[in-house]
């Protein structure tokens, strides 16, 4: 909506306007956006950042109470899952792609436009020697009109960015499964470190105690003179050695827990206790696939294969959108406007109040006749990265 200024003042009613509209906006504009999602845009999008795993997708997913003592690894994991930043990051890649779906979709839409106008006039013709043709006016004119236009056909390029944009959704899906892969081993694999520390560190306090104890034994036997020095050095050495491994293995005890801290987004002076080094979860002879099936079903359904797919397919359609805005496009177009212009006879003559309004409808053809040669490079960088896409999923292939 358009206003014009009269002498750095608006007119009253529109400022009142303006002040409405800011407000209706400033304090209704998310809960309306929601409200008229007409392409349900929202039901591509996961409730959360982990939400495409069954197990979190139930009851409040991504809401968790104090840690678990000990932990176990279903609840690291869906905390990792849930709170990690890569995997919010994803999941936010993928909000915006479905908006970008929708803004692909909004194109087949018309276009309205409305346009107000209310000014103060104040003109005055003063010829000399001829005071009867001169004229002095002061009016307060207002006009308003609304436009439309609607794109009725333009070779595709309209569905060519539809394509591009679900496209890269679907890419931003696998992405955002990739990262849940890889977040979910990392958890998984730090979880099994800390738990293997914590194993460790058990271990080398008990080697600890015992060397203690040979350490003082030895010592009272070389004092009661029923050993040599030597056995008693021995047991010295020992009993150092174990005291610097417990010391090391408490180090790796305590790096372990905060590289697990880190994963699941909380502090790391959190105080995490680990279950039993025995009580884990062991691979079941599901797991015990060969390898020639395994890597044969990754590139079937693997997410970093689906995701270039997808992003050769985006490529593909930008490069036939690009070439479709080279090309004419038909509009439908539409105007109404009103406005209370005062007339005139002639110069020197007052002027006589008047309204007038003024409408059209009618079909326009937009042809580019020459764009300074830049739709052939635009065209040709567009295939150069169709021809960047398939190398990049050839890539994805020999890694996966």
Not at 207 to 228: C, N, P, Q
Not at 271 to 298: H, K, L, N, R, Y
């Amino acid at each position: 909506m358009n206003v014009e200024r009269v002498n750095g003042r608006r007119p009253g009613y529109v400022r009142t306007l303006q002040a409405v509209l800011c407000l209706s906006l400033l304090g209704a504009t998310p809960s309306i956006a929601r409200a008229i999602d007409v392409f349900r845009t929202d039901a591509i999008v996961p409730r959360t950042a982990a939400s495409a795993f069954a197990d979190i997708d139930t009851g409040h997913p991504c809401q968790f109470g104090p840690l678990e003592a000990p932990l176990h690894l279903a609840e690291a994991v869906n905390r990792g899952l849930c709170e990690n930043p890569k995997t919010r990051e994803a999941w936010a890649n993928v909000k915006l792609q479905a908006a970008a779906v929708g803004v692909a979709k909004s194109a087949y839409l018309p276009n309205l436009t409305a346009t107000l106008q209310d000014v103060r006039d104040d003109s005055a013709t003063n010829v000399r020697g001829y005071p009867r043709l001169s004229s002095g006016n002061r009016s307060t004119v207002y006009s308003g009109s609304v436009s439309a236009n609607w794109v009725l056909y333009d070779f595709g390029g309209r569905k060519a960015a539809l394509a591009n944009a679900q496209a890269l959704l679907a890419a931003a899906r696998a992405n955002q499964d990739a990262t849940l892969q890889a977040v979910f081993s990392t958890v998984a694999t730090d979880y099994y470190a800390a738990q293997a520390a914590a194993g460790k560190l058990a271990s080398a306090k008990e080697a600890e105690s015992i060397a203690r104890d040979s350490f003082v034994a030895a010592s009272a036997r070389v004092t009661h003179g029923v050993a040599a020095m030597s056995d008693q050095l021995q047991a010295q050495t020992s009993y150092a050695q174990a005291t610097f491994n417990l010391a090391k293995a408490e180090g790796d005890w305590q790096a372990a827990l905060g590289t697990l801290a880190s994963d699941m987004s909380l502090s790391l002076d959190q105080p995490i206790t680990m279950p039993d080094a025995d009580d884990g979860v062991m691979p079941d002879q599901d797991f015990m696939a060969s390898v020639a099936a395994m890597i044969e079903e990754a590139q079937s359904a693997h997410p970093a294969i689906a995701a270039a797919r997808a992003k050769l397919d985006a490529a593909m359609a930008s490069e036939q959108q690009t070439r479709a805005e080279g090309l004419p496009n038909l509009s439908l177009i539409a105007k109404y406007s009103h406005d209370n212009q005062p007339a005139s006879l002639g110069l020197g003559q007052p002027q006589f109040a008047a309204t007038g309004h003024d409408w059209y409808v009618g079909v326009q053809v937009q042809i580019p006749l020459f764009e300074g040669l830049s739709r052939t490079y635009k065209v040709r960088g567009a295939h150069a990265q169709v021809e960047v896409q398939e190398d990049t999923l050839d890539e994805a292939r020999q890694q996966v």
